[in-house]
């Protein structure tokens, strides 16, 4: 039934791995369901029914011991702190229930879904469980798909460009079957390999809706001239606006809107503190018969982003890590003692802590043709003592070499981060000879064919002091190329924008987001398909807007990226996939479309003593670890008696 | 007088509407508007939300339309979705960044941001008065070096660094909680004793540090202007005649030296609103100053404009009443004829 992990593993793993991973086999069985302290107060009242009704009929029972995890016990409040109100919309990354997800070896596996029928990624059947409910008590079924597909996504009105991007191939949308009430089916005509590994993104594309609860606010299901009235009474044009405002799953910020996370918001914004309280209807139970999530109530003070690390430093934070980074490790561990906390440090998953990205679209035409010379990239990359800057600026715990994926990756090699990342400066000085760019004295600048000196202005957003500092020392390397580079620190919508256009030269920035990918994730950020991409902004803009804007792609070598993350689209099977990934990341080695220096910045974790089932040692990202979502938090729990104590009400 | 007051509101009138187009016009000076850096932001995290998108919600919420006309529907000049409502209407405007009427946004923070600056006005003067008669009465004597030493630590010392180091320290000795102005277990509770308390010990440290520059500077000012009027004749008649020096003193130089603290009362109102924003900042107080810079930042138009325009009509307002207070308390001064 549950076919596609099993096609995924059997590409990746052993069959012995097999058969404890494949949730049929392994599934635990639960005697009996116990009833939550928390909520026994108002079963008994009658205001919410007993935990055996509550949960499907066939909830997600976590084998913990399996995992290496404690069976925990249900109870207590978790304190964290926000930069703004608006942050607390991140808790829907970090509590991770998804249609399908990934768990913590990045496979792909039903979550809120029972299971998924996958037909050589073109036609994808979803399995409800049956009895599964909306944080409101309201059954989930599948009218919640179709209210999303047929009164959403294809409403004009609503979504006027069609159904999100990644639904649709070659610009076709897939059919879309009811099948029965507990079952639907997307099916393309071509695979469609993004549908699963979107749906198990940080950001949910929500393809179902809280139908029950919407349907109050969309025309098609209520008076339009009344929800117009509403509308303009909050400075909106129509019905749509209101419509899109109310449904905004990824906000977190109407505790009236449905969810089927673990916690669901119960404050109303603005506040300064929120509260959010278990879903009572949550679907995942562990193997004792206790519904998860084991903490009762998540809460978010919101707090100057600058006093985030001293109030951790005073204990007033009992899980903390967004808003975090390496240069507050010192702070943190100075409280360790006297607050009761400790500060686990784990791994960024980014390709590089700070690249360097020529502007392949660069409007000058000296520099854009000097960026266009893979032997220009390659003598830059050589340029730089990338074990100094790893001294510098991670306390020589980084991973020194090129902006690529990291070990621990399926699809990591050691030359995809070796490759042209040597630092030997006598090379670099040979290769920009080569190129023409002489020198008129010894010890001086090369010079631009045009006549003026060979002077980079690297462009960076202004908030990251950090990534300043390593140009600083990146520009004492180059000098010895003969080569001046001058740091113009700004606002990062300026940046954008001077990028879009080509007005820089070159910029820096991190590099890749997801440097721990599997072979199913897709290829996006190595192929010319974003304007986002600072290396070729313009061949981006004509990829999105399909022509209308940018610059056709003109450079063999990237079109060889274009044509690999074609191939990557269009196919189902993992080897064609993995070999790809494997090709277009020699690619990037080869020809630097960035420039990487050292990766794996340490990032803290501040968790208070007696907070169980937190990962010692694990990657923290956006993708693919969803922050900390795929680390489950809803399996954390307190292990100090006093901190379970009934929350005051 | 009452031809002198029409005058000056016509005037007040008209420089609030140029101020308000320059707020405005300056608001919408940097590239984009708040929907695009919303959706740049989305695409930062993977979500690739399309071009097209973007332009149906920058439609909806009528960022499409020419900037003087968003400035007259924001004014209430020109009919909006909604027919005329705007700031002349009464109607404040739309945050997006909180998808809630500025009126809401604001209305808490607009009260804790008077009392904290309330505070530090008060500290201010408590502090600053007696300090400065004291070392104008005795000059050069130590106490005077004292206080002038103190007031220039007080003018240069930097009012963010000072705020870490306070707020630092009085968690460890105090156990007060870091930021905001009361303990976070208080927020959303009913205003009862304990959390009175508890405002009232989180307000120790921002009066004192925000209080600190205003202190040091008016114990400077103060000094100066009473040390003129001592030397005056008609201090040392009053004395000469048996007056009592405390007596003497207050009663003539003291009220004297306390003009140019009257003409001043109209920089002080806009600074009980938007004053602080710095500390505040670092505090994390939940007071405007925050709320107007993130404002500024995330170009939430509306929001950012409403605060700037209050903090000018506070401006303007308060430059009318210390001009009629002055008048009113200085015989010296006439109003609207030139004094010859």
Same mark, same amino acid.
């Given at each position: 039934?549950?076919?596609?992990?099993?096609?995924?593993?059997?590409?990746?793993?052993?069959?012995?791995?097999?058969?404890?991973?494949?949730?049929?086999?392994?599934?635990?069985?639960?005697?009996?369901?116990?009833?939550?302290?928390?909520?026994?107060?108002?079963?008994?009242?009658?205001?919410?029914?007993?935990?055996?009704? $509550?949960?499907?009929?066939?909830?997600?029972?976590?084998?913990?011991?399996?995992?290496?995890?404690?069976?925990?016990?249900?109870?207590?409040?978790?304190?964290?702190?926000?930069?703004?109100?608006?942050?607390?919309?991140?808790?829907?990354?970090?509590?991770?229930?998804?249609?399908?997800? !990934?768990?913590?070896?990045?496979?792909?596996?039903?979550?809120?879904?029972?299971?998924?029928?996958?037909?050589?990624?073109?036609?994808?059947?979803?399995?409800?469980?049956?009895?599964?409910?909306?944080?409101?008590?309201?059954?989930?079924?599948?009218?919640?798909?179709?209210?999303?597909?047929?009164?959403?996504?294809?409403?004009?009105?609503?979504?006027?460009?069609?159904?999100?991007?990644?639904?649709?191939?070659?610009?076709?949308?897939?059919?879309?079957?009811?099948?029965?009430?507990?079952?639907?089916?997307?099916?393309?005509?071509?695979?469609?390999? $993004?549908?699963?590994?979107?749906?198990?993104?940080?950001?949910?594309?929500?393809?179902?809706?809280?139908?029950?609860?919407?349907?109050?606010?969309?025309?098609?299901?209520?008076?339009?001239?009344?929800?117009?009235?509403?509308?303009?009474?909050?400075?909106?044009?129509?019905?749509?606006?209101?419509?899109?405002?109310?449904?905004?799953?990824?906000?977190?910020?109407?505790?009236?809107?449905?969810?089927?996370?673990?916690?669901?918001?119960?404050?109303?914004?603005?506040?300064?503190?929120?509260?959010?309280?278990?879903?009572?209807?949550?679907?995942?139970?562990?193997?004792?018969?206790?519904?998860?999530? !084991?903490?009762?109530?998540?809460?978010?003070?919101?707090?100057?982003?600058?006093?985030?690390?001293?109030?951790?430093?005073?204990?007033?934070?009992?899980?903390?890590?967004?808003?975090?980074?390496?240069?507050?490790?010192?702070?943190?561990?100075?409280?360790?003692?006297?607050?009761?906390?400790?500060?686990?440090?784990? *791994?960024?998953?980014?390709?590089?802590?700070?690249?360097?990205?020529?502007?392949?679209?660069?409007?000058?035409?000296?520099? *854009?043709?000097?960026?266009?010379?893979?032997?220009?990239?390659?003598?830059?990359?050589?340029?730089?003592?990338?074990?100094?800057?790893?001294?510098?600026?991670?306390?020589?715990?980084?991973?020194?070499?090129?902006?690529?994926?990291?070990?621990?990756?399926?699809?990591?090699?050691?030359?995809?981060?070796?490759?042209?990342?040597?630092?030997?400066?006598?090379?670099?000085?040979?290769?920009?000879?080569?190129?023409?760019?002489?020198?008129?004295?010894?010890?001086?600048?090369?010079?631009?064919?045009?006549?003026?000196?060979?002077?980079?202005?690297?462009?960076?957003?202004?908030?990251?002091?950090?990534?300043?500092?390593?140009?600083?020392?990146?520009?004492?390397?180059?000098?010895?190329?003969?080569?001046?580079?001058?740091?113009?620190?700004?606002?990062?919508?300026?940046?954008?924008? *001077?990028?879009?256009?080509?007005?820089?030269?070159?910029?820096?920035?991190?590099?890749?987001?997801?440097?721990?990918?599997?072979?199913?994730?897709?290829?996006?950020?190595?192929?010319?398909?974003?304007?986002?991409?600072?290396?070729?902004?313009?061949?981006?803009?004509?990829?999105?807007?399909?022509?209308?804007?940018?610059?056709?792609?003109?450079?063999?070598?990237?079109?060889?990226?274009?044509?690999?993350?074609?191939?990557?689209?269009?196919?189902?099977?993992?080897?064609?996939?993995?070999?790809?990934?494997?090709?277009?990341?020699?690619?990037?080695?080869?020809?630097?479309?960035?420039?990487?220096?050292?990766?794996?910045?340490?990032?803290?974790?501040?968790?208070?003593?007696?907070?169980?089932?937190?990962?010692?040692?694990?990657? !923290?990202?956006?993708?693919?670890?969803?922050?900390?979502?795929?680390?489950?938090?809803?399996?954390?729990?307190?292990?100090?008696?006093?901190?379970?104590?009934?929350?005051?009400? | 007088?009452?031809?002198?007051?029409?005058?000056?509101?016509?005037?007040?009138?008209?420089?609030?509407?140029?101020?308000?187009?320059?707020?405005?016009?300056?608001?919408?000076?940097?590239?984009?508007?708040?929907?695009?850096?919303?959706?740049?932001?989305?695409?930062?995290?993977?979500?690739?939300?399309?071009?097209?998108?973007?332009?149906?919600?920058?439609?909806?919420?009528?960022?499409?339309?020419?900037?003087?006309?968003?400035?007259?529907?924001?004014?209430?000049?020109?009919?909006?979705?909604?027919?005329?409502?705007?700031?002349?209407?009464?109607?404040?405007?739309?945050?997006?960044?909180?998808?809630?009427?500025?009126?809401?946004?604001?209305?808490?923070?607009?009260?804790?941001?008077?009392?904290?600056?309330?505070?530090?006005?008060?500290?201010?003067?408590?502090?600053?008065?007696?300090?400065?008669?004291?070392?104008?009465?005795?000059?050069?004597?130590?106490?005077?070096?004292?206080?002038?030493?103190?007031?220039?630590?007080?003018?240069?010392?930097?009012?963010?660094?000072?705020?870490?180091?306070?707020?630092?320290?009085?968690?460890?000795?105090?156990?007060?909680?870091?930021?905001?102005?009361?303990?976070?277990?208080?927020?959303?509770?009913?205003?009862?004793?304990?959390?009175?308390?508890?405002?009232?010990?989180?307000?120790?440290?921002?009066?004192?540090?925000?209080?600190?520059?205003?202190?040091?500077?008016?114990?400077?000012?103060?000094?100066?202007?009473?040390?003129?009027?001592?030397?005056?004749?008609?201090?040392?008649?009053?004395?000469?005649?048996?007056?009592?020096?405390?007596?003497?003193?207050?009663?003539?130089?003291?009220?004297?030296?306390?003009?140019?603290?009257?003409?001043?009362?109209?920089?002080?109102?806009?600074?009980?609103?938007?004053?602080?924003?710095?500390?505040?900042?670092?505090?994390?107080?939940?007071?405007?100053?925050?709320?107007?810079?993130?404002?500024?930042?995330?170009?939430?138009?509306?929001?950012?404009?409403?605060?700037?325009?209050?903090?000018?009509?506070?401006?303007?307002?308060?430059?009318?009443?210390?001009?009629?207070?002055?008048?009113?308390?200085?015989? *010296?001064?006439?109003?609207?004829?030139?004094?010859?």
């Amino acid at each position: 039934m549950i076919e596609h992990p099993v096609r995924l593993l059997a590409a990746l793993l052993s069959l012995t791995l097999i058969a404890i991973l494949n949730p049929l086999h392994a599934s635990p069985s639960v005697a009996a369901f116990k009833e939550t302290p928390f909520f026994a107060d108002r079963v008994a009242r009658g205001d919410l029914p007993p935990i055996g009704e $509550r949960l499907p009929a066939k909830p997600l029972v976590v084998d913990l011991e399996a995992r290496g995890r404690k069976i925990g016990i249900q109870g207590g409040d978790v304190i964290s702190i926000v930069a703004r109100a608006r942050d607390i919309r991140y808790i829907s990354a970090n509590g991770y229930a998804r249609l399908v997800g !990934y768990d913590q070896d990045f496979m792909l596996k039903p979550d809120i879904l029972e299971a998924i029928d996958e037909q050589d990624e073109r036609i994808f059947t979803f399995h409800i469980r049956p009895g599964h409910r909306w944080s409101d008590g309201a059954p989930f079924t599948a009218e919640d798909f179709r209210f999303f597909w047929q009164d959403v996504a294809n409403n004009p009105a609503l979504m006027p460009s069609g159904p999100p991007e990644f639904m649709l191939v070659n610009g076709k949308p897939p059919r879309f079957e009811v099948i029965d009430p507990l079952t639907v089916r997307y099916s393309w005509d071509q695979p469609n390999p $993004r549908f699963l590994p979107q749906l198990a993104n940080p950001l949910d594309p929500f393809i179902y809706r809280p139908a029950h609860y919407l349907k109050q606010f969309h025309a098609s299901f209520a008076d339009e001239a009344k929800l117009n009235d509403l509308a303009r009474s909050k400075k909106l044009k129509s019905w749509a606006g209101l419509y899109n405002r109310i449904d905004s799953m990824n906000e977190v910020s109407d505790p009236d809107l449905p969810t089927l996370q673990p916690w669901r918001l119960v404050t109303s914004p603005p506040a300064n503190r929120f509260y959010f309280e278990r879903n009572p209807f949550y679907h995942r139970v562990d193997t004792a018969g206790q519904q998860l999530p !084991y903490i009762d109530r998540v809460i978010f003070d919101v707090a100057a982003a600058g006093l985030m690390a001293a109030k951790a430093n005073a204990g007033e934070a009992d899980l903390l890590f967004r808003g975090l980074n390496m240069s507050d490790i010192p702070i943190l561990k100075e409280g360790e003692q006297a607050k009761g906390y400790h500060t686990l440090l784990w *791994r960024n998953a980014r390709g590089s802590e700070l690249a360097l990205f020529p502007n392949l679209n660069c409007s000058d035409p000296v520099f *854009r043709k000097l960026n266009r010379d893979p032997r220009f990239r390659r003598a830059l990359s050589l340029g730089i003592d990338r074990e100094t800057l790893n001294m510098a600026l991670l306390f020589g715990l980084g991973a020194e070499g090129n902006n690529t994926v990291l070990a621990g990756s399926p699809l990591y090699r050691e030359e995809f981060r070796t490759t042209n990342a040597q630092f030997n400066p006598d090379e670099a000085n040979r290769l920009l000879d080569e190129i023409g760019l002489n020198r008129i004295y010894e010890d001086g600048l090369r010079q631009l064919p045009d006549g003026r000196n060979l002077e980079i202005t690297v462009e960076l957003d202004g908030d990251n002091m950090v990534m300043a500092d390593g140009l600083t020392l990146i520009a004492e390397f180059w000098r010895d190329l003969g080569i001046r580079l001058i740091v113009k620190p700004q606002d990062r919508a300026i940046l954008n924008n *001077r990028t879009y256009s080509g007005q820089t030269i070159m910029s820096a920035s991190h590099g890749l987001d997801n440097a721990i990918p599997t072979p199913i994730m897709p290829p996006t950020e190595l192929a010319p398909m974003w304007q986002d991409n600072l290396s070729w902004p313009k061949w981006g803009q004509y990829v999105e807007t399909r022509g209308s804007s940018g610059e056709p792609i003109d450079i063999p070598a990237a079109q060889e990226l274009a044509r690999l993350y074609a191939e990557w689209l269009a196919t189902s099977d993992k080897e064609i996939q993995t070999r790809v990934w494997l090709q277009m990341l020699m690619n990037h080695a080869e020809n630097q479309w960035s420039i990487g220096t050292v990766a794996g910045a340490l990032h803290p974790i501040v968790v208070k003593d007696g907070l169980a089932n937190v990962p010692q040692n694990a990657f !923290y990202s956006w993708l693919p670890t969803s922050l900390i979502g795929i680390y489950r938090s809803d399996e954390f729990f307190w292990t100090i008696p006093e901190r379970r104590g009934a929350p005051k009400q | 007088m009452i031809g002198f007051l029409l005058r000056r509101i016509v005037t007040m009138a008209v420089s609030l509407l140029i101020i308000s187009a320059l707020v405005f016009f300056i608001i919408k000076l940097p590239p984009g508007d708040f929907l695009s850096n919303q959706i740049a932001e989305l695409r930062a995290q993977g979500e690739g939300a399309s071009a097209e998108k973007a332009a149906f919600l920058i439609k909806e919420y009528g960022l499409d339309s020419p900037i003087w006309e968003q400035y007259l529907v924001w004014l209430g000049a020109w009919p909006g979705p909604n027919g005329f409502s705007g700031l002349l209407q009464g109607d404040w405007g739309w945050s997006f960044e909180y998808e809630r009427p500025v009126r809401e946004v604001i209305g808490d923070a607009l009260w804790l941001t008077l009392a904290v600056n309330l505070a530090a006005v008060i500290f201010v003067h408590v502090v600053a008065i007696p300090i400065a008669i004291y070392s104008a009465t005795r000059q050069y004597s130590f106490g005077d070096y004292a206080a002038t030493l103190f007031g220039y630590i007080g003018l240069a010392m930097p009012s963010f660094l000072l705020a870490l180091i306070l707020l630092f320290y009085s968690n460890r000795w105090f156990g007060i909680s870091i930021g905001g102005l009361y303990d976070p277990d208080f927020y959303g509770a009913p205003w009862d004793w304990p959390k009175v308390k508890s405002l009232l010990s989180h307000l120790v440290v921002p009066t004192v540090v925000i209080g600190l520059g205003g202190t040091a500077a008016m114990i400077r000012r103060m000094r100066a202007n009473l040390l003129d009027e001592l030397n005056k004749q008609y201090y040392v008649t009053a004395k000469a005649k048996g007056m009592p020096p405390t007596r003497a003193l207050l009663k003539y130089p003291f009220r004297m030296s306390l003009n140019p603290f009257i003409a001043d009362i109209g920089n002080l109102l806009p600074h009980l609103v938007s004053g602080s924003v710095l500390v505040s900042l670092v505090l994390s107080l939940p007071t405007v100053g925050p709320i107007l810079l993130a404002a500024l930042l995330k170009q939430d138009q509306y929001l950012a404009g409403f605060i700037l325009l209050f903090t000018a009509c506070l401006t303007v307002f308060g430059m009318l009443i210390s001009d009629l207070m002055l008048a009113w308390l200085d015989p *010296r001064i006439r109003l609207g004829r030139r004094s010859r």
